[in-house]
């Protein structure tokens, strides 16, 4: 079970992207040269479904291997924990959660009023990813397991289900300025080993 990466971000609506209010990562299991491109990628599939998530709602999204776990506060401040598949749903949302807590109780409505991406938000998601890689830390979260149990609906979708009709996640990848070509190119080499690996 592990816990890659949690991040905050500021919701702006469906046609303009949100403000990254700060990105932690855990990627000591991937080799040294790969962390810069899966943390390029991780970032930027956790903005795109930030972006697509409406406020009130809570969504978990499968990619390849890992879950991005999101919820939109209604407030329009935004959460999201990057988990493998190992690490349970609900203690997934209890580190969003908590993290979204945390960091309004130390900058109060201060995030509100970023107009670019920043770490304002740095050392409460370093602190969270540290303290919840176990699972069972998360899930003593009582006030958070009460929310959870009052959500309706937790939507499990693909990523090509969160993008608009006729969007590709590779055209984005193609678009996107958050990415530098190294980690487009580990997206794609990635994208073709695993469909080789898909038809044997």
């Known amino acids: 079970m592990k816990l890659l990466a949690v991040a905050l971000y500021t919701y702006k609506g469906t ?8 990105f932690a990562a855990e990627l000591s299991s991937f080799g040294y040269f790969q962390r ?10 956790s903005k795109t479904i930030v972006q697509r998530t409406q406020p009130g709602q809570r969504q978990t999204v499968k990619q390849e291997d890992y879950f991005c776990h999101v919820h939109v506060k209604d407030s329009g401040i935004a959460g999201v924990a990057v988990c493998d598949r190992d690490y349970p749903t609900i203690a997934a949302f209890s580190v969003v959660n908590k993290a ?33 890689q176990d699972p069972v830390a998360a899930d003593k979260l009582t006030k958070i397991q009460k929310d959870l149990d009052e ?24 678009k996107s300025a958050d990415l530098s070509l190294a980690s487009q190119m580990f997206y794609k080499q990635a994208r073709k080993t695993n469909s080789c690996c898909k038809m044997m």
């Open 36 to 45: 810069g491109s899966v943390k390029e990628l991780l970032s930027f599939t």
């Open 100 to 132: 979204i807590e945390e960091f309004l109780q130390a900058a109060g409505d201060s995030w509100r009023t970023a107009a670019a991406d920043n770490t304002a938000a740095l050392q409460v998601l370093e602190a969270a990813l540290l303290k919840y």
């Open 151 to 174: 959500t309706k609906v937790i939507l499990h979708q693909t990523i090509d289900s969160v993008l608009k009709r006729g969007e590709k996640l590779d055209t984005l990848v193609d």
């Open 15 to 22: 046609e303009v992207e949100p403000i990254c209010l700060g």
